[in-house]
């Protein structure tokens, strides 16, 4: 099968070019999809993440005149001629690429932000309202329209919405001792991620556990007071530059924190998960849900209940048998997540089409 991607960019550091690089290689390396990458404004770029070179990839010089965009994807599909077609583009410009392309090819939409990432967590205003609409409108032109949790699902009118969420980046063969106290979060450092919530928490409880830290691994500077930084190691927590190999992290760490206001999946968690270690989220739209099954694997709490996350960081920071029971069933109940797992869901779907 020929499948063709359309995305933003390849070389960035977020979740959709992660989840890029490990979907697109396994389609190629196991499943023997012939399988290019379209791109913008990224020539000579070399990608973060590491793609299957099996794959080809494509970009495509995009200036003031946007016409150029949608001229320069109609000459490559007629290139390439895909069976299927994927667009992962969360701007409106990606919803209109099915009125440009011509011919039998098959196109998908594979949404990864909830409606809430793009008004920042607000109510929409009345241009984001008009946005949604011109969306729910388009959207119908696909012929799937794939988001990852059952939160984005009701937030779509098409019937063509089907949920496959991300993959895992990775399986560790080991897991961490969850010996290490050492509490760990992995994200840009923005308002939607809520480390001003969790910075919160840790006041509260963090004279009771003087030898334990927390630290982040993100992109961007909070500034708080000091409270956060990434030089001194006599403040409350400590940023730090994104790594490439994150899972090591992971391993090093005994807890995962995600105090974000809203999500689009929560990739973080499951990541955390797979090396055994169990989570501590706020109920937020959208993803932790569908991934925490609370009190079993990690804690789900109350939206913006600072106490009650606190009362649940502290009980496992305490009791070490908890910890290491739920940090056991995360990495069991996370396989769901497995590459393999969720390329199936894939396959399935694009040669129902």
Request: proline letters at 4%; a positive charge; charged letters at 25%.
């Amino acid at each position: 099968m020929k499948l063709l991607y359309i995305t933003n960019g390849i070389t960035g550091i977020g979740g959709l070019e992660r989840v890029l690089s490990v979907k697109a290689s396994y389609f190629a390396d196991n499943m023997n999809y012939d399988i290019c990458i379209v791109s913008l404004n990224e020539e000579g770029k070399e990608s973060f993440y590491e793609f299957s070179p099996k794959i080809s990839f494509r970009t495509i010089k995009v200036g003031r005149n946007k016409l150029k965009y949608l001229s320069g994807i109609r000459r490559i599909v007629n290139e390439f001629a895909p069976d299927v077609i994927s667009v992962c583009d969360d701007g409106i410009k990606g919803f209109v690429v099915p009125l440009c392309i011509l011919g039998k090819a098959k196109i998908v939409y594979e949404r990864h932000i909830s409606k809430e990432m793009f008004t920042g967590g607000l109510p929409p205003n009345l241009k984001q309202r008009i946005f949604f609409m011109l969306m729910d409108m388009s959207c119908q032109f696909y012929h799937k329209f794939v988001v990852l949790t059952n939160d984005n699902k009701l937030q779509w009118k098409s019937r063509n919405v089907e949920v496959i969420p991300n993959p895992l980046s990775f399986y560790p063969d080991s897991v961490s001792s969850l010996n290490k106290k050492r509490i760990i979060a992995v994200g840009k450092i923005s308002v939607q991620k809520g480390y001003d919530r969790l910075l919160e928490v840790w006041k509260l409880i963090r004279h009771k556990y003087p030898d334990w830290t927390i630290d982040i691994y993100g992109a961007g500077y909070f500034p708080v007071n000091g409270e956060f930084s990434g030089d001194s190691k006599n403040v409350s927590i400590q940023i730090n530059k994104p790594v490439k190999n994150i899972k090591d992290e992971y391993l090093s760490s005994s807890i995962y924190v995600l105090p974000s206001r809203f999500e689009g999946f929560g990739m973080v968690l499951v990541e955390a998960m797979a090396c055994g270690i169990p989570c501590v989220a706020f109920d937020c739209p959208c993803g932790p849900r569908d991934i925490i099954r609370d009190g079993e694997d990690g804690f789900l709490v109350e939206n913006g209940n600072i106490e009650q996350f606190t009362e649940r960081l502290s009980l496992l920071i305490e009791n070490e048998k908890i910890r290491k029971k739920m940090g056991e069933k995360a990495r069991h109940n996370v396989q769901r997540y497995n590459v393999d797992v969720i390329a199936r869901q894939w396959d399935r779907l694009f040669k129902s089409l």
